[in-house]
């Protein structure tokens, strides 16, 4: 493959170093990188040669000179901005005609990916959603392992996701759910994500909690029962990870663990490299999970019952 030139719009951002070193490693170009924030230092180490600006318009501007060169025109936009903003970025991206590569949350609702997927008819380019779960060993193999399993198993599954943040969390673009989404689409579209890829179509889907902090749930597919809860408030951490570990993570699978802790550092260079191969997943990959956690968002509160995850008797 021919070398390829790149753009990152959120070059600022926590996932934007996996983005610059998976183009690193892949052998390709980052062109130009944006954001508002300037403090894109890593950029010496991995793409010294990159433009960088932090006015979209100049960076705008930049991208179509470029498009003037086929030797430079960008083939390929990476977008890490905030969860608003993918949305515009990614249509930008389209409409410099080059095809995009988005982190998660891709689009807050379904009605955002139709009209993505009119951009990509009006462009001729394509969208692509980084769904790195899809390539972990351990989550490759336990889809393996439910395939194989008689058609009538249903697996009981208990997943919780706790990650405690700061105060500075709520002053950020994350802790404002005009931006983010709220958590359960912020932290959760990756697991809505998995789980619809390993055990199927999602049949139910109830919310018991939804706050500002935590939400919690039941959701079942095809082959899987699922009571989740995930929160950003450590005082939902076990006693026994308090004070020594701010995340907890456990999916119980039928009373086995899920392990999948390691093997996560490579991810984003083996979905690029996927995408580059033909081989990425698109707007309708992203459907299911985009569905999923819209629903979750309007959803009001419902007795959890027998259905609840164990730690919602915690919040009574």
Known sequence: MSTQNFALIGAAGYIAPRHMRAIKDLGHTLAVAYDINDSVGIIDSLHPQAEFFTQFERFYEHAQ???RDPARALDIVAVCSPNHLHHPHIAAGLR????VICEKPLVPTPALLDELARVEQETGH???NILQLRHHDAI???REK???APADTKFDVTLTYIT???KWYAESWKGDPRKSFGVATNIGVHFFDMLHFIFGKLQANVVHHNGEAK?????EYERARVRWFLSIDANDLPDEVKGKKPTFRSIDISGEQLEFS???TDLHTVSYREILAGRGYGLADARHCVETVDVIRAAAAQPAGSLGHPFLQHLA
């Open 65 to 67: 000179v470029l498009r």
């Open 96 to 99: 410099l005609g080059a095809d």
């Open 126 to 128: 394509r969208v692509y």
């Open 140 to 142: 490759l193999k336990l």
């Open 146 to 148: 439910v395939a194989a």
């Open 164 to 166: 405690s943040r700061g």
């Open 215 to 219: 939400a919690a749930g039941y959701l």
């Open 262 to 264: 390691e093997g996560f």
